[in-house]
């Protein structure tokens, strides 16, 4: 249901009748607030009709999911900021808030997704990273070695002047480790 709609680009029209009940077209099923609530996290594009009116009450339904969300698990929204929300109504500067809040939520998502990226590439250069997938090759070609009718690893590319100082300093500095390790323990 959901992948569908997130692909095809199409909105998924939900019907809300009097009985409180949200019937899906496109799946031809009830769904609930919750589905609702997933839909969105998946981004699919969907929009609430009144069954019976046919006037769109995308707004209402997904501010209800909100207030669901808000009672039922940790609050996101502090006190502070909804106070300031409901002060802003019938303010002349009403018009520009959804504005603002939209822009100011779409900043943070681009910078959450920054910062995902930049965590991300600072593993891939750090040196324990490193070591560690060195390790891993180690007790895999010892591995290979020790067991009977293991495969040969892979020949590996003989290792460069750089990598063979860099392992030299990683054993130094594993060295003084254990040294001050061992004065530790006395």
Not at 63 to 82: A, H, N, W
Not at 109 to 126: C, I, M, T, Y
Not at 143 to 170: C, I, Q, V
Request: aromatic share 6%.
């Amino acid at each position: 249901m959901a992948e569908g709609a997130e692909k095809s680009g199409d909105t998924v029209i939900i019907k809300k009748y009097a009985n409180r009940r949200l019937y899906n077209t496109r799946s031809s099923s009830y769904i609930t607030l919750d589905h609702l609530a997933k839909m969105t996290r998946e981004n699919v594009d969907y929009k609430v009709l009144d069954a019976k009116s046919g006037a769109d009450i995308t707004h209402q339904i997904l501010t209800q999911i909100i207030m669901e969300e808000e009672s039922s698990g940790e609050q996101m929204l502090p006190v502070s900021f909804l106070r300031q929300l409901i002060s802003m109504y019938g303010n002349s500067m009403q018009s520009l808030i959804p504005h603002y809040l939209e822009a100011s939520m779409d900043n943070f998502r681009n910078n959450q997704v920054k910062l995902h990226k930049a965590f991300e590439d600072s593993l891939g250069n750090n040196p324990l990273a490193r070591l560690a997938e060195q390790n891993m090759a180690m007790f895999k070609a010892a591995a290979t070695a020790f067991m009977p009718g293991a495969t040969k690893p892979e020949t590996a590319a003989a290792p460069t002047a750089e990598s063979r100082d860099e392992l030299a300093a990683l054993r130094e500095q594993m060295a003084e480790m254990q040294k001050k390790l061992d004065s530790l323990g006395r």
